[in-house]
Structures are given as structure tokens and as C-alpha cells.
């Protein structure tokens, strides 16, 4: 699935320009900078096919990424948490990430990263509130894991899962992820193919 070569293939930010459901859809969603774009690159083995450090207004769109023959599509959720994004840059946000979510009966997954060295903010519980409200199924990735020491990183796992225990619509395996030492990309791919084929 990820030897294949990956490309870009449209930016949606109006519900009404979807694109035809043409297969299954993963998303991959979180706070901006929690490593989104390096981890999508890392999956498909391309250095620059989810631009990274995207600056904000650039990034409030749904991007559609596709390979040939690939029996899923991956959508790059914009990012969330800007401190200055203006009340009605995060209510545009919500709207457009709630009607998606719910009318998108082939969107399988939503992977929604979290930074390592950050753990679970307000923010990712207020995503993870609209995920459970939409029913849309989603499983936390940890990034930049090679931040952290390793105890910490096992008690951020642990208490991630306590928190993901509580809310229905939660995955509770939790990938832990190094965009940068391609560490977890393996165990994210395998839980891909998992959706995709099972
Ligand atoms: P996005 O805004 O969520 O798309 O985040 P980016 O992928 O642009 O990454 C934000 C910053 O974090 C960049 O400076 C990346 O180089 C850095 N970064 C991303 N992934 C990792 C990782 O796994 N380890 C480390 N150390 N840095 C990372």
C-alpha cells in the first residue's frame, strides 16, 4: 500500500466541495506543529507530500492525498490550537470538521496525533469530544517520541490510555511514533492495512 507512489489530490474547505467517495478514508488530525505533515510523509515514504511547519490560514482545508490503485485515501485534517486563530477561524474550523465527520460513511479512522512532550491538551479533549459526538472512530498516535525519555514516554502511554478509556468512540491501542528516527511508521502502517483489508 505505502511502496506505491503517493500524490496530492485536492484541498476541500466547503463541505459542498467533497469528492466523490471513490474509497475507504483514514485522517490524520491534531494540534498545528504536533509533527502531522512529517508523519504523513513519513507513512508514504515521501519527503514533501504534506507540506510541513505550515503557517495558519494555509492550513485550514481538508487535503486529500491518493496512490494509484490504493484502496484507501488519506485526508490531512487541518490543524488545531493556534493561541491567536480568531474565535471565528475555530468556529469555521468545527463546522467544516463536524459535517465532514459526519457525513463521510467511508472515513474508516480518524489518527489523531498527539506531541509526545505535550500529552493530551484542551484542545485535543475538545477534538476528541467531536470525534465521540460524531461517532467517527479514532486512535491517538504519540509524535516525536525520540523527545522524550523512555519512562516518560511509558507513563504518557499509560496515562493516555486511562483518559481514552472513558470516551466511546476512542481506539485504545496507542502508536507511538518518531517521524524523525521512523520508529512506530511500521506499526502504523499495519494498522492501515488492518482497516483497509480486514
Ligand atoms: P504539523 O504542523 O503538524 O504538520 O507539523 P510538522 O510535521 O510540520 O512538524 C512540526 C515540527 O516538528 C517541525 O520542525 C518538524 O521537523 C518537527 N518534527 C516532526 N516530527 C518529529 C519527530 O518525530 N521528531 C522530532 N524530534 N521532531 C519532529
Known amino acids: ?74 485526508v490531512d485534517m487541518p490543524g488545531y490550537g493556534y493561541a491567536e486563530a480568531p474565535k471565528g477561524m475555530v468556529d469555521a474550523w468545527t463546522d467544516l470538521i463536524f459535517a465532514y465527520l459526519r457525513g463521510r460513511p467511508t472515513l474508516r479512522r480518524v489518527f489523531l496525533l498527539i506531541d509526545s512532550r505535550h500529552g493530551l491538551k484542551s484542545n485535543d479533549l475538545e477534538a476528541m469530544q467531536l470525534l465521540d459526538k460524531a461517532a467517527v472512530v479514532y486512535q491517538v498516535v504519540l509524535t516525536k517520541a525520540d523527545k522524550i525519555k523512555p519512562g516518560q514516554l511509558d507513563r504518557l502511554v499509560v496515562d493516555t490510555a486511562k483518559a481514552l478509556a472513558k470516551r466511546p468512540a476512542a481506539h485504545p491501542e496507542i502508536l507511538v511514533t518518531s517521524s524523525e528516527k ?9 494498522a492501515i492495512a488492518v482497516l483497509v483489508n480486514g
Open 1 to 74: 500500500l505505502f511502496a506505491r507512489p503517493w500524490r496530492f489530490l485536492t484541498s476541500v474547505a466547503d463541505i459542498r466541495q467533497l469528492p466523490d467517495i471513490g474509497s475507504l478514508e483514514i485522517a490524520f488530525a491534531g494540534r498545528s506543529n504536533v509533527g502531522k505533515s512529517s508523519l504523513i510523509n513519513a507513512l508514504t515514504g515521501q519527503k514533501a507530500l504534506a507540506r510541513t511547519s505550515n503557517t495558519p490560514g494555509r492550513t485550514q482545508m481538508l487535503n486529500f492525498f491518493g496512490a494509484e490503485g490504493a484502496a484507501v485515501t488519506i
Open 182 to 190: 521512523n520508529t512506530g511508521i511500521d506499526s502504523l502502517r499495519a
